[in-house]
């Protein structure tokens, strides 16, 4: 964790207006206001129903498949340092069909043994962190792989998993205790 406390405290489950609540319910689920991410951005409805809406294009409606979003998910939140995004990335990761040696070697770079296709998704992740712009070469390899749309989608992503990062970091939303006993030595960096 970046920092050891919240600059901006999560709000209670009393605490939440019923116009967060109701963003909430309507995106996610009612259960999902004890995240701290969630309840941190409950602070601002307006923000959070926007944010929301966008993380829905990423997570659900874009080109690539769940394993290819999570690769580039975990790939960005290792190079922002954001041990919230790791945290709650683990087992959709696993679920996707990333395995705990792949998830090691995500953070390791595009260079750990990677088929050419997850090498590209890596790649553009570093691009856009050193640059803020995808090389011609991985470019070229990301449309070979996954189509213009899909190379959009990487770039559109990673992005989307930077700005949270920015955020997560900034605001010092913390891994929430039973995860973070959980993860361990998982989220240092």
């Given amino acids: 964790m970046r920092l050891s406390t919240p600059r901006v405290e999560p709000l209670s489950k009393e605490e939440f207006s019923a116009e967060a609540r109701a963003i909430v319910v309507r995106t996610l689920a009612e259960e999902n206001c004890r995240l701290n991410v969630i309840a941190t951005f409950g602070r601002i409805p307006a923000a959070m129903a926007g944010f929301l809406s966008w993380a829905d294009y990423i997570m659900s409606k874009n080109s690539l498949t769940d394993r290819e979003r999570e690769i580039v998910t975990v790939r960005t939140a290792h190079l922002a340092r954001s041990a919230y995004e790791i945290a709650r990335h683990v087992e959709p990761s696993r679920a996707a069909g990333v395995t705990p040696e792949e998830f090691d070697?995500?953070?390791?770079?595009?260079?750990?043994?990677?088929?050419?296709?997850?090498?590209?998704?890596?790649?553009?992740c570093d691009d856009l962190f050193?640059?803020?712009?995808?090389?011609?070469?991985?470019?070229?390899?990301l449309v070979e792989h996954f189509g213009q749309r899909g190379a959009m989608d990487v770039v559109m992503t990673s992005a989307q998993y930077f700005q949270l990062a920015m955020i997560l970091n900034s605001f010092g939303v913390q891994v929430e205790p039973d995860v973070q006993a959980q993860l361990g030595d998982l989220l240092k960096f």
């Avoid at 640059?131 to 390899?141: F, K």
């Fill in 130 to 141: 050193e640059d803020q712009c995808v090389s011609d070469a991985v470019w070229r390899s």
């Fill in 105 to 124: 070697r995500i953070r390791q770079g595009p260079k750990a043994g990677w088929n050419p296709a997850d090498a590209a998704l890596i790649g553009a």
